[in-house]
């Protein structure tokens, strides 16, 4: 039988955007533990454990947990739905970081703007969230020839998704956050282009 060589991964499905904000989430991590919420397979958990990072990581799908597990075993992952109360630390506190990459576009606005509230109250005064958000220009992943369930709101073979313009992302933090840092970026990360907000907020104290 003829095998095929392993073959790295094709620079293309790499995509370290978490790295470039490490140096941002590390003094607020030093005596703090970070959230990470809708973990995914646990790519980015994996990074933040590896940067020395007390990481509890939320994740809705048990597969998806079990391989979180896998990659990042110094991470706690906790099958648990976003919408459900927040764990605190185990130390006790508050969260000195929260990263949410490609997981607050799942529920109506009323209940995101209720979830990003749980999220900041979560957080000690000053730390940070970093998120990454569909941008209503991710038209190769759903921005466009859905059904629209409320304004950037699609169903996507019967699941909800929603894609945030820049109004959209200044309304969702115009209360308790300084935006620090807020991107368009692309993504080359699901082969075809990905259009998305990069954002990092401090919430206020
Ligand atoms: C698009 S993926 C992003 C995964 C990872 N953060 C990344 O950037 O690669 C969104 C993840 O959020 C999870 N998710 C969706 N709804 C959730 C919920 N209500 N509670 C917890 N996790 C949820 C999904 O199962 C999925 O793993």
């Given at each position: 039988?003829?095998?095929?060589?392993?073959?790295?991964?094709?620079?293309?499905?790499?995509?370290?955007?978490?790295?470039?904000?490490?140096?941002?989430?590390?003094?607020?991590?030093?005596?703090?533990?970070?959230?990470?919420?809708?973990?995914?397979?646990?790519?980015?958990?994996?990074?933040?454990?590896?940067?020395?990072?007390?990481?509890?990581?939320?994740?809705?799908?048990?597969?998806?947990?079990?391989?979180?597990?896998?990659?990042?075993?110094?991470?706690?992952?906790?099958?648990?739905?976003?919408?459900?109360?927040?764990?605190?630390?185990?130390?006790?506190?508050?969260?000195?970081?929260?990263?949410?990459?490609?997981?607050?576009?799942?529920?109506?606005?009323?209940e995101?703007?209720?979830?990003?509230?749980?999220v900041?109250?979560?957080?000690?005064?000053?730390?940070?969230?970093?998120?990454?958000?569909?941008?209503?220009?991710?038209?190769?992943?759903?921005?466009?020839?859905?059904?629209?369930?409320e304004?950037?709101?699609?169903?996507?073979?019967?699941?909800?998704?929603?894609?945030?313009?820049?109004?959209?992302?200044?309304?969702?933090?115009?209360e308790?956050?300084?935006?620090?840092?807020?991107?368009?970026?692309?993504?080359?990360?699901?082969?075809?282009?990905?259009?998305?907000?990069?954002?990092?907020?401090?919430?206020?104290?």
């Amino acid at each position: 039988m003829r095998r095929l060589a392993r073959l790295p991964l094709p620079h293309m499905l790499h995509d370290p955007w978490l790295d470039r904000w490490l140096t941002v989430i590390a003094p607020h991590a030093r005596d703090a533990a970070v959230l990470e919420l809708g973990c995914g397979s646990g790519h980015d958990t994996a990074t933040l454990t590896a940067a020395g990072f007390d990481v509890i990581a939320l994740e809705i799908d048990p597969a998806s947990v079990s391989r979180a597990r896998m990659r990042a075993p110094k991470a706690q992952v906790l099958c648990r739905d976003l919408l459900h109360p927040l764990p605190s630390p185990i130390s006790g506190g508050k969260f000195g970081a929260i990263i949410a990459s490609l997981s607050l576009h799942y529920f109506p606005w009323e209940e995101t703007v209720r979830l990003v509230a749980r999220v900041r109250n979560a957080l000690r005064p000053s730390a940070v969230l970093v998120c990454r958000l569909n941008s209503t220009e991710d038209r190769h992943f759903g921005a466009v020839g859905h059904r629209e369930i409320e304004p950037n709101y699609y169903l996507l073979n019967g699941s909800p998704k929603r894609f945030f313009d820049e109004a959209a992302i200044d309304r969702l933090f115009s209360e308790g956050w300084r935006i620090q840092s807020k991107a368009h970026v692309i993504t080359h990360k699901y082969v075809l282009p990905k259009a998305l907000w990069e954002v990092v907020l401090e919430r206020d104290a």
